[in-house]
């Protein structure tokens, strides 16, 4: 079996995507005024993302030899009708996220699995983005 570190900080990150998934949905769902007509399809692109992001670090992780885990985060869905407080919990959602990430590319570096690092690194990447958008967003 691989690095048991490894796996552990690839199920964090799974983990995390799990959260995302439901707080995304969640804002979707419930994002009122003029701004659903922007927020409710960004925050339905993120459920997307995370889903893929879900699935790669699953398979990865599988391959590894490692077990997925099932349940999200912990971290307490803030419910909100502020838009403003949505965008502060996404940032703060992507902000966990890219940290989780490069925390499982410092360990993949070592791993020689040139294809999850590859896919690995996308993700990390698409987080980065995520988090500079929402940073303006929130500016
Ligand atoms: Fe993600
Ligand atoms: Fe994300």
């Known amino acids: 079996m691989a690095d048991k ?3 552990d ?3 964090d990150a799974l983990a995390l995507e799990l959260r ?4 995304y949905a969640h804002y979707s769902a419930t994002v009122m005024g ?6 409710a399809p960004y925050f339905s692109k993120e459920v997307s993302e995370s889903i893929t992001h879900a699935d790669f670090v699953r398979r990865g992780i599988v391959k590894l030899g490692g077990v997925p885990v099932t ?3 912990a971290k307490a869905i803030v419910h909100t009708t502020d838009y403003q407080l949505m965008l502060n919990e996404a940032y703060e959602t992507e902000k966990i996220a890219a940290k989780a990430y490069t925390a499982v ?3 993949l570096k070592d791993a020689g699995d040139r294809d999850l690092f590859d896919s690995i690194e ?3 990447m698409m987080e980065l983005r995520a988090l500079e958008e929402l940073r303006l967003l929130t500016a």
């Open 9 to 11: 900080k690839m199920n």
């Open 71 to 73: 349940e999200r985060n």
């Open 34 to 39: 003029i701004n659903r007509m922007q927020l």
């Open 122 to 124: 996308q993700i990390c």
């Open 105 to 107: 590319m410092d360990l």
């Open 5 to 7: 570190n490894l796996i």
């Open 20 to 23: 995302a998934i439901n707080m």
